[in-house]
């Protein structure tokens, strides 16, 4: 290959072709793969390290060594079977919309650069607020992730309410909120000290009657209370923090409500799910994921705010150099209503997944997400040396093996890693180790949930 950064049409056309057959064979075949694999590092350092390739190769050779050393030694977190952490299911719509955006590389950051995106942005943020059931002064905006949505919501927050002066301030949250909360608050300047974590009661939920007395013994103490965070969807449990009574105490002492629901939004679509989440648009703000059970490719986060011209007021500079970008008020920027100002196209992978499927079919794919873990109770209490440890809620199910300490538990992690045939990890409940099985995969099976407890179940007796 010549010194160029450039190909042919004809190069382009074979390039992408082979890269969209290696991907649909790849996801075609996935429930007969391997769930994954974790690559040893001296192992997999001695196939990658090289000195940076002053000379380039063609492509087909590169796609091999992928295909080889690369995607194999990965988990495949779409597998059917991959019940770990939160799965990343995504869809084709997504991956498609994905390779759009790169394609065409949409400035999302000003209405300038990228206008008719920036409305999309504006169209799909709205179609969330809706289905969120959020009045129409929220707005949001498309993030990196969970992280980064938590982050937005607090930098609001803590400019709304605090006016971003943190002495004494307090935020309050259970023991079960996600550390990217605790993450969110360090880098938006908050000491440990001023992260209150309640003890979560027995379903493993904020208790309100603590919360209150925590309340009341702070600002006695002569700190500022400005915060509470609650959960839509723990990621150990599915626990969903009692919102209606969250607000009310927000409202009575004048605290910012924000709702990190990064796991457990999306399930409003669904009948159950919106039972569950029952006060989700009384949230100041809330974190939501279409990475995780929206089914998008990764990055895709997103932040809704229930009183949308608070990002503005949070976010908007207006520097020498994006002056022309500010001239009329009916134009969105997206960098003034968050951190980035590059931004890509993030909004294309929901807008095209939602108008090539419906969200009819993403209302029963998140359905099933909950009948599987169901199913996954089902079984698991027929079988006599198991134990729930947390039921079926939103889609995921903890359970422990009644003969077995917390150093078992562990080992079967690792059996059924070294195994791949599926993978579930564990978390500690209540001080001991448990399995625990997230199933919002709608490729899922009940034929993959039992046969993924029965070989578990082998593995325990063997170890
Ligand atoms: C409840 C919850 N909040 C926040 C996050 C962080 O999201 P992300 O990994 O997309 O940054 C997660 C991730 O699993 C989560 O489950």
Not at 319 to 333: F, K, M, T
């Amino acid at each position: 290959m010549d010194s160029r950064i450039e190909l042919s049409r004809d190069e382009m056309r074979a390039f992408g072709y082979r890269v969209i057959d290696i991907l649909v064979e790849h996801l075609a075949t996935l429930p007969q793969q391997r769930v994954g694999a974790k690559a040893v590092p001296e192992e997999i350092y001695a196939k990658l390290s090289e000195p940076p390739p002053e000379h380039g190769s063609p492509y087909e050779p590169l796609l091999e060594q992928l295909q080889r050393d690369v995607f194999p030694s990965t988990m495949h977190v779409n597998h059917p079977r991959f019940f770990a952490f939160v799965p990343g299911p995504g869809n084709f719509a997504g991956v498609m919309a994905e390779t759009l955006a790169a394609g065409y590389n949409v400035f999302v950051g000003t209405w300038l650069g990228g206008s008719a995106a920036e409305a999309v942005e504006t169209v799909t943020i709205d179609w969330l607020r809706q289905l969120c059931g959020f009045e129409e002064s929220c707005r949001g905006l498309f993030v990196s992730g969970g992280t980064v949505a938590n982050l937005t919501a607090l930098a609001v927050a803590r400019h709304v309410i605090l006016d971003d002066r943190l002495e004494r301030a307090v935020v309050y949250m259970s023991d079960q909120a996600h550390s990217s909360l605790e993450k969110a608050l360090r880098v938006l300047g908050f000491l440990p000290e001023q992260i209150h974590r309640i003890p979560c009661d027995e379903d493993f939920r904020l208790p309100i009657a603590y919360l209150t007395a925590a309340i009341k013994e702070d600002r006695e103490a002569g700190k500022r209370p400005f915060c509470i965070i609650a959960s839509a969807g723990t990621t150990n449990t599915g626990a969903v923090d009692p919102l209606r009574g969250l607000r009310a105490i927000c409202d009575v002492e004048r605290l910012w409500l924000h709702v990190d629901g990064a796991y457990g939004a999306a399930a409003v679509l669904c009948e159950q799910g919106r039972r569950l989440l029952d006060g989700l648009a009384l949230a100041d703000s809330l974190s939501l994921d279409p990475h995780k059970w929206l089914y998008q490719p990764f990055e895709t986060g997103c932040v809704l705010v229930r009183q949308g011209s608070h990002l503005r007021s949070t976010f908007r500079l207006l520097p020498d150099y994006l002056q022309d970008v500010h001239r009329h008020s009916e134009e969105v920027h997206y960098t003034d209503l968050g951190i980035q100002l590059t931004r890509s196209f993030r909004a294309l992978k929901l807008w095209l997944s939602f108008k090539m499927f419906g969200v009819a079919a993403f209302r029963e794919a998140i359905a099933r997400g909950f009948r599987m873990a169901e199913f996954a109770e089902q079984c698991l209490r027929e079988m006599p040396d198991w134990e729930i440890s947390s039921p079926a809620r939103m889609a995921v199910v903890c359970f422990r093996y009644k003969r077995g300490d917390d150093a078992l538990h562990a080992k079967l992690v690792e059996a059924t890693l070294q195994d791949g045939f599926a993978l579930c990890t564990s978390t500690t409940l209540r001080g001991r180790t448990v399995l625990r099985m997230c199933t919002i995969n709608p490729r899922t099976t009940e034929q993959d949930i039992g046969d993924t407890l029965a070989r578990i179940d082998a593995t325990a007796r063997l170890i």
